[in-house]
Structure formats: structure tokens, C-alpha cells
């Protein structure tokens, strides 16, 4: 009886210390942290998310210097866009603007002088083939044949003139004293007459009628040579003349040039009327595309610059 009541007194002995050490092991494992715990899971989770953000955000990443390089274009453009409206929109003294046209009509006048006494009788000429279209033909192959240094100045002569006559009308109806504005203008005027001369020039070697377009070219430096010789001394009384003359002189001005344009169209209609009468869709095309689209372009323009 005494050995039973000992052992089963170090069987509880045992058991007693054994159930404190699995408390003891208990405790240390709930202390350290788990690997397959699901918070570690979420923190492994984070630590992923962290190093792909790290990852997207390396600066030698190629996408990454892509959107630099482009967000760098998009700040230069920017930058020189709001410079070029800054000098557009830069209002001038109306003094100082007098003053600058005085000068420049002043060489414009002298230049024109030049020009017509190089050769006198030209000015008669083209006054008398733009109603006879047998003597255009005989002034057009003449001009073939010799060289005239004559056609190309008072064709520069024309759009110099042109470009002031609008600059006038939009100082003398809206006010605007802007300083770059005639520069702007004398830009658009001659972009316009080069899309026109490239445009035919294209036409010529595409359908081969490289004469018929030479013709045509031909008519439209006769018309701007003569309305040269009209246009400076008119814009050299319009700049100095008083307010109500002025807006009378630039209506005036402004139904001649468009009467002289459609009486040029119907003339050259007329000239060429074996080529578009094959093809007289392809004629309207041409003067809806070269001939009034630039026109249009550049009204549609100089409105949104808030100048008209």
C-alpha cells in the first residue's frame, strides 16, 4: 500500500510538471511571430505592394523617362505658345503706329516707282489684258521669252500692299493696335499665295498640264501686279486720312478687290475653258480647296485672336 500511494504520488508529480511546461511552451510560441499566421500573410502582402510601387516608380525605367520626355515637350510648347500670344496681343501707341506706316508706305512707294519705271508701257499692258485675252496671250509668251524683273517686285509689291490694306481696316473698324498684327498678316497673305502656287504646281505634274497651269499661275501674278500699283497709293491715304474717310475708302477698296477676284475667276474660266469643260467638278474642287479655304482659314484665325 505505502509503494501504490508513492508512485501514484510521482505520477501526479510528473503530470503536474508536465502540464507547466506545456503552459511555459505555450506562452513562448504565441510570443514569437507565426509565419502562417494571416496577419503576417497581409504584411507580406504589403511589403509586395511596396517594393511593385517601388519598382513603378524607378526613375531609370523607360516608360518613366518616356512621360518625362513628353510632359517636357507639352511644358516648352506651353511655354512658347503663351510667348507668341503675349507679343501678339502687346497694344501699341496709335502715334507709333502712324509713324511706322508712314516709313514703310514711305518705301513701298519708292520701291513702286522703281518698278513701273523699269518698264512704263507694262502698266498699260496689263490694264488692257485684263479685257483681252489675246493680248494676255501675247504679254504670257513674251514673258516666256525673256526674263522681267518687273513681275516678281510688284508681286512682292502686292502682298506688302495687301497686308497693310487689312491692317488698316481692322485699326480703323476694331481698333487694333496691336504691334505684331501686320506681321502676322503679311505671313498669312504670303503662306496663302504659296499653298495656292504649290497646289497648282502639284496639279500640273500630277494630270499633266503643266501649260495650262502656267497660264493660270501667269493670270495671277498680272492681277496681284496691278493691284499693286492700285493698293500702296491707296493704303498711304487711308493711314493718313481722317476716321469717316477712311472707313469710306476701305469699303470702297474692299468691293474693288472683290469685284477685281471674281472678274479674274471669270477671265481665267474663260481662258481655259478646254480643260474644265472636261472636268468642271474638279475646277469648283480646286477653287473651293486652294481658293477660298485659305481665306476662310485666315478669318476664321484672326477672329479667334479676338482681333475682329
Avoid at 26 to 37: C, D, I, R
Avoid at 80 to 105: A, Y
Avoid at 160 to 165: H, N
Avoid at 292 to 302: E, K, N, Q, T
Wanted: a positive charge.
Amino acid at each position: 500500500m505505502v509503494l501504490a500511494s508513492s508512485l501514484s504520488a510521482l505520477n501526479w508529480q510528473k503530470l503536474f510538471i508536465g502540464c507547466i511546461v506545456m503552459a511555459l511552451y505555450t506562452l513562448v510560441l504565441q510570443g514569437q511571430n507565426n509565419p502562417f499566421e494571416i496577419s503576417s500573410r497581409k504584411a507580406a502582402k504589403a511589403d509586395s505592394s511596396a517594393t511593385g510601387t517601388a519598382q513603378a516608380l524607378n526613375p531609370f525605367e523607360l516608360i518613366k523617362a518616356r512621360a518625362d520626355a513628353s510632359n517636357s515637350t507639352v511644358l516648352v510648347r506651353d511655354h512658347w505658345k503663351q510667348e507668341i500670344d503675349r507679343l501678339l496681343n502687346i497694344r501699341s501707341d496709335p502715334q507709333q503706329v502712324r509713324s511706322m506706316l508712314f516709313w514703310f508706305l514711305l518705301f513701298l512707294t519708292f520701291m513702286l516707282a522703281i518698278a513701273v519705271n523699269l518698264n512704263r508701257g507694262l502698266v498699260a499692258k496689263l490694264y488692257r489684258t485684263s479685257f483681252n485675252l489675246n493680248l494676255f496671250n501675247i504679254l504670257y509668251r513674251d514673258s516666256r521669252e525673256e526674263s522681267r524683273l518687273i513681275f516678281p517686285l510688284l508681286y512682292g509689291l502686292y502682298f506688302a500692299g495687301l497686308s497693310i490694306f487689312v491692317y488698316l481696316s481692322l485699326i480703323v473698324f476694331k481698333q487694333s493696335n496691336y504691334s505684331m498684327l501686320l506681321i502676322v498678316l503679311a505671313a498669312a497673305v504670303m503662306l496663302v499665295y504659296l499653298v495656292r502656287h504649290l497646289s497648282l504646281r502639284l496639279l500640273a505634274s500630277v494630270f499633266k498640264i503643266g501649260k495650262e497651269v502656267d497660264h493660270y499661275l501667269f493670270n495671277i501674278i498680272c492681277f496681284g501686279s496691278l493691284m499693286a500699283i492700285i493698293l500702296i497709293p491707296l493704303d498711304f491715304v487711308i493711314a493718313f486720312s481722317r476716321e469717316e474717310w477712311a472707313r469710306k475708302l476701305i469699303i470702297l477698296g474692299a468691293v474693288f478687290l472683290m469685284l477685281a477676284y471674281l472678274f479674274r475667276q471669270l477671265k481665267e474660266i474663260l481662258a481655259s475653258s478646254n480643260l474644265w469643260s472636261r472636268s468642271i467638278f474638279h475646277f469648283l474642287l480646286y477653287l473651293c480647296a486652294f481658293e477660298f479655304a485659305p481665306l476662310v482659314f485666315l478669318v476664321v484665325y484672326i477672329h479667334r485672336q479676338g482681333w475682329v
